[in-house]
Nanobody
Framework: QVQVVESGGGLVQAGGSLRLSCVAS????????MGWYRQAPGKQRELVAEISSGGSTNYAESVKGRTTISRDNAKNTMYLQMNSLKPEDTAEYYC?????????WGQGTQVTVSS
């Protein structure tokens, strides 16, 4: 059974940094495309960053230059390093792993950025 668990969220002041982690079991992350998404209250879930099985990355314009997605295959973990955080980055952050035509999502981790 595949499980995906996010961690690392919290309350941070504007300009601060956080590193989110996504640990998976039951699936080898390095073999699949993965991504970080976020959903703010009253808004649709949106892509933050994604990384392919081959290591290619893609970022939303709103976070480009401030955010880095990476993975550690040995730890079966994906990361999202977020710097220069802004209040508009406040949201629940979710990890997604794509296996064929199926997506696995975690329960989310809350990021709150105070001004």
């Amino acid at each position: 059974q595949v499980q995906v668990v996010e961690s690392g969220g919290g309350l941070v002041q504007a300009g601060g940094s956080l590193r989110l982690s996504c640990v998976a079991s039951g699936i080898v992350l390095g073999l699949h495309n993965m991504g970080w998404y976020r959903q703010a209250p009253g808004k649709q879930r949106e892509l933050v960053a994604e990384i392919s099985s081959g290591g290619s990355t893609n970022y939303a314009e709103s976070v480009k230059g401030r955010t880095t997605i990476s993975r550690d295959n040995a730890k079966n973990t994906m990361y999202l390093q977020m710097n220069s955080l802004k209040p508009e980055d406040t949201a629940e952050y979710y990890c997604r792993v794509v296996e064929g035509g199926r997506s696995y999502w975690g329960q989310g981790t809350q990021v709150t950025v105070s001004s």
